[in-house]
């Protein structure tokens, strides 16, 4: 089927630039492997303007609500494999869900959560193995667990941690916890439960139909260790969602999008992108939405001529 | 039989969980923290330990893939 625009991502740079493309009268449809993208991890978002106090899920019911309003034609579930060029200057985005063609597509898939990379991490990937703690702590009640990655968000994840399971230990790669808050760092360190390894790296998850073990080694003197888990939550940052856009479009050393700050267009004309996946500056939810509508607006301009 | 596998705590089963209700789906809610048995029988069904699992009279998805479930109990969306 062919569209004149094709958004891939739904969260707030998608949507808002399929609002803004659909009040243009510009035939669109939204493929998206996940209605909201990140905002599913904000528990609380206390600074998008006119929503002084919303959690991040009721934010996407609203979401929802608004894209119904304006009819927009959205899948979801929908994995991008890849996007081909084609000679008549048509784009054909082949995904598992089918092959969709269209004149313009605006790219906002935002950013997704680091993978753990080491021998062991996909064969369990959620067989003991998660990437969200808020979501399967309590399945580790009076377990042993490891948490891997001692940012903010691996801090906050031992934090639930310490409520269900029996001992928690965190893999921190750096001399001592960092972040910015330094209350969450006093209150783990003197956690009986929390016991923390700082200068080690993750090596190997051992196990058999689930986690078993995680081996990890010092990043000085090479002492390798394993202890016995159930569990292992992972919390080692995010990267920009753009494998699929590696041959396609320009991106920058972090994977980032690179575009024309002031029109949202990419290297390659008739690609647009928007919101955290590119190389602007501020990751922020509001931001993305403005990104999002700018994309659109200039989609739009691209399409008149077409 | 419809059976949800939740956890309080987990957006995506509050968000699967409304959406049933919403469509007017008649389901079981089972708190997998709550109780030992009720985990392992998810972890059993579903081979994996993430939530949610949603058991539509014996298809067992895992998370809340929209589609899936939708084309399943043949509702509007």
Redesign the interface.
Known sequence: MLYDLIIIGAGPAGLSAAIYAVRKKIKTLVLTDS?GGQI??APMVENYLGLPEIS??DL?EKFRAHAKKFALEI???CEIQKISPMSNDLFEIETD?GSFSAKAIIVTSGKKYRELDVPGAKEFD???I?Y?A??????F?NKNVAVIGAGDAGQDAVW?LTQ?AAKIYLLNKYPDLRGANIQMQEKLKSNEKVEIYNNYEPIEVKGD??VKALVFKHNGHGEIKEIAVN?IFVEIGSVPASKFLADIVKLNEKGEVVIDQKTNETSRPGIFAAGDITDIAHKQMIIAAGEGAKAALTAWEYLKNK | MIKVYSTPTCTYCVTLKKFLTEKGIKFEAVDVSQNEADLQEMVDKSGQMGVPVIDIDGQVIVGFNRNKIVELLNIKD
């Open positions: 209605f599913v991890d991040g899920l996407i899948k979801e579930n869900l959620g067989k003991g998660s969200c808020t979501c399967d702590a309590p399945l009640k639930q269900y139909k689930f569990g």
